[in-house]
């Protein structure tokens, strides 16, 4: 049995509580400001002319997203694989939604607005990083920004050492992407090789 509507769901969780509704806010204010620049990290969701949806992440140095004004920031793009997932979806539709984290922190802040892509030099300037400019920013206008609770940090444990698994219990993401790709099966001195390859973009391929 699925719930196909918006009443059924207030049916089964109730009303809004106000506050959750009044912390919406149109522009950004002192507080997310302060969050933004301090945070080293945020989930960016797009979707297609079709609706279909995406969800891509992006790190920097704490305070890598420039604040323009209250209601522009702009995140660079660093080099990755040139699928451009993210803005092949802008161009096709300007609809994104943030989730920016803090190390440490259990709540959340949630930016949503209308985004396009820049190559404005003197834009981009502000987002250099080791001598190099990032070729293109996402330049997102500020429709809605709001802070999201501590609840499903707190439940994940996400920051707590304890809870930090063994990256060794997964092959790594080059042998995991060769075993998905190669029918015949995964060469060792291929996935060496390819292991060596994706250690060294890390190194001298991030900026």
């Not at 300037?125 to 500020?142: A, D, F, Q, T």
């Amino acid at each position: 049995m699925t719930i196909a509507d918006e009443a059924g769901l207030r049916a089964r969780f109730g009303e809004i509580h106000p506050l959750a509704v009044a912390k919406t806010r149109p522009a950004l204010d002192q507080y997310s400001r302060q969050f933004i620049a301090l945070s080293p990290f945020l989930v960016i969701s797009t979707a297609d002319a079709s609706g279909r949806a995406d969800l891509s992440p992006r790190g920097d140095p704490p305070g890598f997203v420039h604040v323009i004004d209250d209601s522009t920031i702009l995140i660079p793009d660093r080099p990755g694989n040139n699928r451009l997932d993210t803005m092949s979806n802008i161009v096709a539709n300007p609809n994104v939604g943030c989730l920016f984290f803090i190390p440490g922190f259990d709540d959340t802040l949630r930016l949503n607005g209308r985004a396009r892509i820049t190559e404005d030099a003197a834009l981009l300037r502000h987002c250099i990083v080791n001598g190099k400019p990032p070729k293109v920013g996402i330049l997102l206008s500020v429709e809605e920004v709001f802070m999201h609770c501590a609840k499903a940090l707190k439940r994940s444990k996400l920051w707590q050492p304890d809870y930090r698994q063994d990256r060794a219990q997964l092959p790594s993401i080059a042998r995991i992407i060769l075993a998905q790709t190669c029918e015949t099966g995964v060469d060792e001195a291929v996935a060496r090789q390819a292991d060596e390859s994706v250690e060294g973009d890390y190194k001298t391929g991030l900026y």
